[in-house]
């Protein structure tokens, strides 16, 4: 299995401009989410999905934040405008159903916003 | 109460000694207690985990002590090597779709 398939890997942007994250999850997985990894918060959850439905969103830090889930091979994070403390690393993390809270992560989405 | 408290922040051991990273959390609805470890320029991935029925789980080189009463677990490596310099997560769950909780990370540096 090719694991959790994030991109970009690299993103540098400039402040105000829309920025947009792409997940694939592990094929047969129908929970998804979303974390934003910083050194002064460490791992934060933004929002995750379960079979396509976002469940809860309360750690989406802003309305500038978005997160859709169109069907169940791909998801996306959207930064509407963006801002340099969006700066971070964004990790998609899939799991499957019946392992309970067994969690899958990508290898991130390295922002930084100037 | 969603809180998981995490120490130390870092630790540096010597090759063959037994770094101990220890957690603590408040809400008792938790029932699985999984380790993460990290890489530089990676995710983090699954290490070990434990479920409160138990005190202690065992893979490896790696053991999980599990303090139910005082709400603590911890992470010891026994016989630690270079490569497991990395940073270790806790973290936290319930039954409600795989959310966890995680705690701020440990950065371990094993010197050879």
């Known amino acids: 299995d090719a694991g959790v398939i994030q991109s970009p890997r690299h993103e540098v942007t400039e402040m105000g401009q829309e920025v947009t994250l792409r997940c694939k999850p592990i094929?047969?997985?129908?929970?998804l989410f979303w974390y934003r990894q910083t050194m002064m918060r460490g791992l934060e959850l933004l929002i995750y999905?379960?079979?396509?439905?976002?469940?809860?969103d309360s750690g989406m830090p802003e309305d500038r934040f978005s997160a859709k889930m169109p069907n169940a091979s791909f998801s996306t994070l959207k930064i509407q405008p963006s801002e340099p403390r969006d700066s971070a690393v964004y990790f998609c993390?899939?799991?499957?159903?019946?392992?309970?809270?067994?969690?899958?992560f990508g290898e991130g989405s390295w922002l930084t916003v100037v | 109460q969603q809180q998981v408290k995490q120490s130390p922040q870092s630790l540096i051991v010597q090759k063959g000694g037994i770094p101990i990273i220890n957690c603590a959390y408040e809400?008792?609805?938790?029932?699985?207690f999984p380790w993460y470890q990290q890489f530089p320029g990676k995710g983090p991935a699954l290490l070990i985990a434990?479920?409160?029925?138990?005190s202690e789980k065992k893979e490896g080189r790696f053991t999980i002590s599990f303090n139910k009463s005082a709400k603590q677990f911890s992470l010891h490596i026994m016989d630690s090597q270079p490569g497991d310099s990395a940073t270790y997560f806790c973290?936290?769950?319930?039954?409600?779709?795989?959310?966890?909780?995680f705690g701020q990370g440990t950065i371990l540096t094993v010197h050879p």
């Open positions: 434990i479920r409160p029925d138990v």
């Open positions: 999905f379960n079979n396509n439905v976002p469940i809860d």
């Open positions: 094929s047969g997985h129908n929970s």
């Open positions: 973290a936290a769950g319930g039954t409600s779709y795989g959310k966890l909780t």
């Open positions: 993390a899939s799991s499957p159903q019946g392992t309970r809270n067994t969690i899958y």
């Open positions: 809400n008792t609805a938790f029932d699985y």
